[in-house]
């Protein structure tokens, strides 16, 4: 099921945002002309990955702890464990996250 989260024009190269999706928080990132949808939440502490800085390309770091995920896919390069990602696509005008 895709959900709306935000219109296209509402997000900047660069910029991040949380959105809800199916009651789940998910962080909402254009980086390079592209979109990447994972979890708002960090698995470590539960800090806000949406508020984390974007390094090494499509890493985003956690700014509580320093946990860092590929917007790719998910993974940490440095830490056990994953965040999920979502598929997103630009439809209209609207930004779509499939739950």
């Known amino acids: 099921m ?3 989260v ?3 024009k ?3 190269e660069g910029g991040a945002l949380r959105c809800s999706v199916g009651g789940k928080d998910v962080a909402l990132f ?3 002309g592209e979109l990447y949808a994972i979890d708002a939440v960090c698995p470590h502490r539960k800090g806000p990955l949406d508020e984390g800085a974007v390094e090494d390309g499509l890493i985003v770091v956690c700014p509580w702890h320093g946990w860092r995920f590929d917007l790719r896919d998910g993974s940490s390069p ?3 464990g994953r965040v999920r990602c ?3 696509r630009v439809e ?8």
């Open 2 to 4: 895709d959900h709306v």
């Open 6 to 8: 935000a219109q296209d």
């Open 10 to 12: 509402d997000l900047a």
């Open 30 to 32: 254009r980086r390079n």
């Open 78 to 80: 440095t830490h056990p």
């Open 86 to 88: 979502y598929r997103v």
């Open 92 to 99: 209209d005008g609207s930004i779509l996250i499939e739950s």
